[in-house]
């Protein structure tokens, strides 16, 4: 359950931290008192938008804390397949706003927004105020009745959408085929033509870098002769200014004179290897400078290569490699079309393969569908009568579309009769927007019990309800509060005087500023909120007495009827 909130600078919100209970939490408060803001928080967590604007003014930051106290396997089974352990079995969510980023928190490690809204999802269901509304679309009346029986419908959907997606790329791979003769024929040949073109090439990987060096070499060997000529003669022999010449000499000078002290035998060494080295340095120079020398038919056919290569290079890729792997890829296109009649049965054949399989996994996925609507039926149909529709009846009605869908084939419609001798129709055309409201409520109720939330947060439920209508909300509530934590915010009394904890939410200035809080009420304090909610701005000692004896009977009905 939801056993702590903080929310720090957040729109009107200073800062609030409040502590949640078991059972029926309810939230009232004057109009505008920020109701909607500490509901919104809530939502930041569950993967909500964040935007600048709700940093409230001049703080640097805005935060959203939800502590969980994980209590049944079920919630701690979906956070263990998430990677997500809770620590002394609590879960903590946090996201800090800050201008141009956020920072997301799953028991103080960073997480991204999707990592958690998929963890908040475990433990936690929002209905907001116009959410009702979304059950006239078809799509969420799928939806739910998927969410209903999806420990048998989740596995056989999941096959569907793989079905589907094969079907779909075989299809398209169909229609790439979608070509006539002439078509084929002029393709064939453009292949033909690049493949002869690369194929008469002879293309050698590798070859290109070294024509490179051969062809950089031979247009600057005129520079290369010159120059290693003037090195050559600067450390040959050949003239007395040469460097071989000269350290020559000194290596005769110093052996004339090594005789009379040992010691220059370590520098005649040495001058004997600059020696050494400087004749062996000429004669690879020598050597290298004879084979300077290309004839003008090598280099006029080393640059004819490296201009072909180039051009190929232009066309089909950026290196010798890429150009061989086109040539390959154009080769398995051709080899297509000319086999085109075989490989177009081919997939012909597949494709009705594919269809096959997907009918089939679709008429399995509705067969199990079907099974789980009779039961949602009949669930929803108690359910709706806790909520006082009196003599109702509520179908789900079945039908296939023309085509598949990663869903399946199947389209529903829910339908409902809400009064005695009225055909069933669908929900759009009959109910009113408390009574879907109401439905909506069921539905979340059933749900929650077969997904075992632990928390469930209703905002408004009550919207265009009163009277006795109103009384069977606030004991549905109630009784939902017996295995759920519930926060409800609501403007009924009938509702708020079945709480188990009552919180008000107020507005007030502080200071310069326009702050909004959030405390707990003790039972008397309850009770003149109920009386505010009855009688409005003048609570009068009657109004009083009768919100005293509307949570009298509220506890007595807990005590003994909701058992």
């Known amino acids: 359950m939801l056993a702590h909130l903080h929310v720090k600078n957040l729109a009107l919100i200073e800062e609030i931290e409040v502590e949640f209970g078991p059972g029926l939490n309810i939230l009232t408060g004057e109009t505008g008192a920020g109701k909607s803001i500490l509901l919104g928080s809530i939502q930041l967590i569950l993967g909500a938008k964040t935007s600048k604007n709700m940093i409230r003014e001049n703080a640097p930051f805005a935060l959203v804390e939800l502590l969980f106290q994980v209590e049944n396997d079920k919630a701690a089974d979906a956070l263990k397949a998430l990677d997500i352990y809770p620590e002394d079995g609590q879960v903590l969510l946090s996201r800090k706003i800050m201008e141009g980023r956020t920072i997301n928190k799953i028991n103080g490690e960073i997480s991204t927004v999707s990592q958690m809204k998929a963890a908040a999802s475990c433990l936690i269901d929002v209905h907001g105020q116009h959410e009702h509304q979304s059950l006239l679309y078809q799509d969420k009346q799928l939806e739910i009745l998927d969410a209903y029986g999806k420990d048998k419908i989740l ?60 062809y950089k070499k031979m247009s600057n060997a005129r520079q290369l002769a010159d120059s290693l000529q003037t090195v050559h003669n600067l450390t040959g022999y050949d003239t007395k200014e040469g460097a071989g010449e000269t350290v020559g000499e000194a290596l005769r000078e110093i052996s004339h004179v090594v005789q009379y002290d040992a010691q220059l035998g370590t520098l005649e060494e040495t001058l004997g290897s600059v020696d050494s080295l400087l004749n062996d340095f000429n004669r690879e ?23 072909l290569i180039n051009g190929l290079k232009a066309k089909y890729g950026r290196t010798i490699e890429d150009i061989i792997k086109y040539q ?12 085109f ?16 399989i997907l009918s089939k996994e679709s008429h399995t ?38 085509n598949y869908t990663e869903n399946g084939f199947d389209e529903i419609e829910y339908l409902i009769s809400v009064n005695p001798g009225e055909t069933l129709k669908p929900l759009g055309k009959i109910v009113s927007g408390g009574e879907l409201s109401r439905i909506m409520l069921a539905l979340k109720a059933i749900l929650a019990d077969k997904d075992q939330i632990e928390t469930l947060i209703f905002d408004e439920i009550d919207t265009g309800i009163s009277g006795r209508t109103a009384q069977k909300v ?8 017996r295995n759920h934590q519930v926060l409800c915010i609501t403007h009924l009394p009938q509702i708020a005087a079945m709480a188990d904890r009552h919180f008000e939410i107020e507005k007030h200035i502080k200071g310069m500023e ?12 309850s009770v003149r909120e109920l009386a505010r909610l009855l009688g409005g701005a003048q609570i009068t000692s009657a109004v009083l007495e009768n919100a005293r004896e509307m949570k009298e009977l509220a506890l007595k009905q807990k005590n003994t009827r909701l058992k």
Not at 328 to 339: A, H, S
Not at 370 to 390: A, M, P, T
């Open 155 to 214: 596995p056989v959907k999941e096959k569907v959408s793989r079905a589907y997606k094969e079907y779909t790329a075989c299809k398209a791979q169909l229609k790439e085929m979608d070509m006539d003769e002439e078509e084929r024929k002029r393709q064939a040949a453009f292949l033909e033509f690049e493949i002869g073109e690369i194929s008469k090439a002879c293309l050698i990987p590798g070859e290109d870098d070294d024509l490179e060096r051969r």
């Open 285 to 307: 120079l020598s050597a290298y400078l004879d084979d300077l020398t290309f004839d003008d038919e090598e280099f006029f056919e080393t640059e004819k290569r490296l201009d």
């Open 328 to 339: 390959k890829t154009q080769e398995d296109k051709l080899e297509k079309i000319r086999k």
């Open 341 to 356: 009649d075989e490989n177009l049965q081919a997939v012909k054949s597949r494709l009705n393969q594919l269809e096959e």
């Open 365 to 402: 996925l509705s067969e199990i569908r079907r099974e789980y609507s009779r039961q949602l039926e009949i669930k929803v149909i108690e359910g709706l009568k806790d909520l006082n529709f009196l003599d109702v009846n509520f179908s789900i009605d079945f039908r296939e579309r023309k």
């Open 474 to 481: 606030s004991e549905k509530m109630a009784w939902i509060g």
């Open 514 to 525: 326009t702050i909004t809080e959030i405390h707990t009420l003790t039972e008397e304090e």
